[in-house]
């Protein structure tokens, strides 16, 4: 069954009901018991749940450590390119928007990555907005071979492709794609994704399953928080998370939950998502999900990220430019958002490490996707930085 | 006599160690109660994840708080999906010259990082013969381990259960099998939570046990290795001193038949 007809046959609206009138000793059935399921998730978002945060953050923190220790990786987004073809009513590279527009260029891309190599930064988020004609799959293709050369890891973050576009990419090096739906409910994906592309909702619905036929290691899904209900979204999330784990068993599924921030010619959220919301979701998601990478980007204010990190993230980024160019020549392009933690990496690490918590740089490695890197290494020189 | 390194040492491909503790390196606050722990646990074999290993930045790398004077390195191979890419990560190790010894792990599913058998098998094969000293992490499987055994491991690996769950010895059974089977150290690897589960693992005959969440994620790392290293040294010494037979039912310390007279 596609996940398609999985919504379908579980409307996510009809589960979200549950979690709006799950009741106290629901809660207490869920946190008392050794695994949390679908039934326990809606009931650890519910109102009800609120009252016991308190509690749902310690169970999810003992998972957390229990699953992967008391250490975080760090990563950092690179952006390619804020040339878009779309016209989505919340973001920065709404085609509409009289913004300065750029695209890097291969040489240009690899002076990024030497600041953010520079940096201490390993692993590296290729990210672009949707402009085919410029950045192409064979540029996509291109850069992420030549970053694949130098970084432990190379993930993107760019318009669905088809099946045979990811498998290329991973042929690449590649080893994680993120694509977030934004808003799992069809009617609210149209009216905010107007125009271009981006308006095919089942295309982008069916991206993850498809970067992990194609051999992604890592596929990172999530709701721009703030949009719809966020309980609506949460549980088409959880829905989809499972139903990638079970499907794709070799791949590990990330979950990300970005709020919604002031763009250039963006909206205020219409569903504002608060700080004890935020972390009850990622402490249910994380109940539910004990294996799943939770990612915590910079959208988040440093107050909030170093509050949540040690509970229950596995992946934060640091010092991210959200600018085409922005690592070497700041500001002459536009950000998709906003930056609310703009401490450097150096400084966010060294504030994990206060927190009692290994800041990671490195957790994967390019051998393990080089197929031609043979007995001595391929050309002697292992590509791996290993 | 309690047993001591002298007397009742390990010894893997010919190698003697004097603790029969291996420790692991992930999931640490930080690497100095890494390097703390492992000096508390009295362990003689360290094993990184090569994926964490970044020769690239020498003065931060894990690699640089594991003195490799005291301890041998054992680079495994955690994340590998398949035999090929195993393999690679082994060579790359040895080509940068970090060991010859690799702790060989294929785990395909990453929620429960259980070892694919299969390719396990087929990676042993390919790096026993390129020369590698090999110790792989395999699921409690005792034909498993005879063929591993077969190819030429320095060790067999067999887990308690699923990696950094902390459930003990579940798969106590098939251990023993292991243990009685095989002519190869056996290793326990993996789900050990606390001390007394590596003392029931000792005890049953597993030449060593390795052991990484249980100590790391401890609120005292430093002093749960301590606490590790004397549950150790317990289940080996109990288990040289050889059990009393467990029976069925209670067994009078007094003979029933005391009565008894011999006959003239």
């Known amino acids: 069954m596609s996940f398609d007809a999985v919504l379908s046959a579980h409307p996510p609206e009809r589960l979200a009901q549950r979690a709006e009138c799950a009741t106290a000793a629901d809660v207490e059935r869920a946190l008392a018991g050794p695994a949390v399921d679908l039934d326990g998730f809606l009931a650890l978002i519910s109102p009800a749940a609120a009252p016991h945060l308190e509690d749902l953050a310690a169970r999810a923190q003992a998972v957390t450590r229990e699953r992967f220790g008391r250490v975080i990786q760090l990563y950092a987004p690179l952006y390619l390119s804020n040339e878009c073809t779309n016209g989505c009513v919340y973001c920065g590279f709404n085609r509409a928007n009289p913004v300065r527009r750029a695209t890097l260029t291969p040489e240009q891309v690899d002076d990024e990555a030497g600041a953010l190599w520079g940096e201490g930064f390993r692993n590296v988020l290729l990210v672009s907005g949707e402009a085919p004609r410029v950045v192409s799959p064979a540029y996509l293709e291109q850069v992420a071979g030549q970053l694949h050369r130098r970084f432990a890891s190379v993930g993107i973050e760019v318009y669905p492709l088809d099946e045979g576009g990811y498998a290329r990419l991973v042929a690449a090096g590649v080893d994680s794609l993120t694509v977030y739906q934004e808003t799992y409910d069809p009617e609210l994906y149209a009216r905010v994704h107007p125009s271009g592309p981006k308006a095919d909702y089942r295309w982008r619905l069916g991206a993850p399953a498809r970067g992990a036929a194609a051999g992604m290691r890592r596929v990172g899904i999530g709701a721009l928080l703030g949009l719809g209900p966020w309980r609506l979204e949460a549980t088409a999330v959880a829905l989809h998370a499972l139903w990638l784990q079970r499907r794709y068993w070799e791949t590990q599924v990330c979950v990300s939950f970005p709020r919604l921030r002031a763009a250039a010619g963006g909206i205020a959220p219409p569903h504002p998502v608060s700080d004890r919301d935020l972390v009850q979701l990622a402490c249910a998601l994380r109940l539910l999900l004990p294996d799943a990478g939770l990612v915590l980007s910079t959208r988040e204010e440093p107050r909030f990220r170093d509050g949540l990190a040690p509970v229950c993230i596995t992946h934060m980024s640091a010092g991210s430019r959200t600018e085409p160019g922005g690592y070497t020549h700041p500001e002459e392009a536009e950000g998709q958002f906003q930056v609310e933690d703009r401490r450097s990496p150096a400084e966010v690490s060294a504030r994990l490490a206060g927190l009692g918590i290994e800041p990671v740089w490195k957790d994967w490695d390019a051998a393990f996707l080089d197929r031609e890197v043979g007995a001595s290494g391929g050309d002697g020189k292992p590509c791996a930085s290993l | ?264």
């Open chain 2, 1 to 264: 006599m309690p047993p001591t390194p002298a007397t009742d040492p390990l010894v893997i491909a010919g190698r003697t160690f004097g603790s029969r503790l291996l420790m692991g390196t992930g999931k640490f606050s930080g690497p100095r109660v890494m390097a703390d722990a492992l000096e508390a646990s009295g362990t003689e074999i360290v094993t990184v994840a090569l994926r964490r290993v970044d020769l690239t930045r020498p003065d931060e790398d894990i690699l640089a708080h594991v003195d490799r004077e005291r301890y041998l390195l054992l680079p495994n191979t955690s994340g590998a999906r398949d035999a090929g890419e195993a393999v690679r990560l082994a060579r790359l190790a040895r080509a940068s010259g970090l060991s010859s010894w690799v702790k060989l792990e294929v785990t395909p599913d990453p929620r429960y990082l259980l070892p694919d058998p299969v390719e396990t098998l087929r990676a042993a094969e390919a790096l026993v013969a390129e020369g590698f000293t090999v110790l792989p992490y395999i699921g409690a499987d005792p034909v498993l381990a005879k063929h591993l055994e077969e190819a030429g491991t320095a060790t067999v690996m067999p887990l308690g259960s699923p990696i950094g769950s902390g459930r003990g010895l579940r798969t106590r059974d098939a251990v023993g099998i292991i243990v009685e089977t095989c002519r190869v150290p056996v290793v326990v690897d993996a789900g050990l939570g606390v001390p007394s589960h590596a003392a029931a693992a000792m005890e049953l005959g597993a030449d060593a046990v390795l052991v990484n969440t249980a100590v790391a994620v401890a609120r005292d790392p430093v002093a749960m290795a301590a606490a590790f290293r004397k549950g150790v040294e317990a289940g080996r010494q109990a288990y040289l001193a050889g059990r009393s037979p467990v029976l069925p039912e209670a067994r009078a310390s007094s003979p029933l038949t005391g009565f008894l007279r011999d006959e003239p």
